[in-house]
């Protein structure tokens, strides 16, 4: 069977499991995980763990609708810069951070995640796959500065990352969450 039918497939069965993912789109096999929303307690959790402060520029791969940075960018007055392959999102994203009054704190992009260039970012949010996390892990290594923080959303990094922090909690839906935290250590692994 060839690849992107098999993806498509792949694809489609996970949409059809588990309520509220996206279908897939055609010309997106490059996503690294479907469209899901991260619920407004929980991004303020994840900017909590990172100890995000006014000096702090985030980075969030999968922005999706720019949830996780308009809130660096209105609650910290952090930085915050966006990335996502729909065109879409990032449109939605871009009006949302309008109609937050944060526009000049954020900006959105898109691109593909594997070509970010995130040496800037001294905070990382991740709310992807598990597989998507350890395609990352390169470019985390080879990227991030020392001290710079990475907070992953349900799925951890692996690889051999330990996280420095595991929280588990329930959120406001009553969902159970886990955030993952690491540090970068500025070494090339």
């Known amino acids: ?3 992107l039918l098999t993806a498509l497939l792949a694809s489609a069965f996970l949409a059809a499991a588990v309520p509220g993912l996206p279908s897939p789109a055609m ?3 490059s996503s690294l995980a479907p469209f899901v929303a991260t619920p407004p307690d929980v991004v303020d959790r994840m900017l909590a ?3 995000t402060d006014r000096s702090d520029v985030v980075y969030d791969i999968g922005c999706g609708d720019g949830r996780i940075v308009i809130a ?12 996502d392959i729909d065109e879409g999102l990032i449109a939605k ?20 995640a594997m070509t970010v260039d995130v040496s800037e ?14 395609k990352l892990r390169p470019l985390f290594t080879a990227k991030l500065r020392s001290g710079a923080r990475i907070v992953a959303h349900n799925y ?9 922090v595991v929280d588990n ?8 969450r886990t955030l993952y935290l690491w540090t970068a250590d500025g070494k090339v692994h």
Do not use: C, H
């Not at 109609?99 to 593909?112: E, M, P």
């Not at 905070?123 to 796959?129: F, K, P, Q, R, S």
């Not at 909690?169 to 159970?176: K, L, N």
């Open 27 to 29: 010309g997106q096999s």
């Open 72 to 83: 660096a960018a209105r609650k910290y007055g952090a930085r915050g810069v966006g990335i």
């Open 169 to 176: 909690f329930t959120d406001a839906a009553g969902t159970m």
């Open 121 to 134: 970012a001294t905070v990382v949010t991740l709310y992807l796959l598990a597989a998507s996390n350890a």
């Open 1 to 3: 069977m060839p690849k």
């Open 49 to 51: 763990l990172a100890r």
């Open 93 to 112: 994203a871009r009006a949302a951070a309008e109609a937050a009054g944060v526009s000049q704190l954020v900006s959105f992009r898109v691109q593909d």
């Open 156 to 164: 951890p990094v692996g690889g051999g990352w330990e996280p420095e």
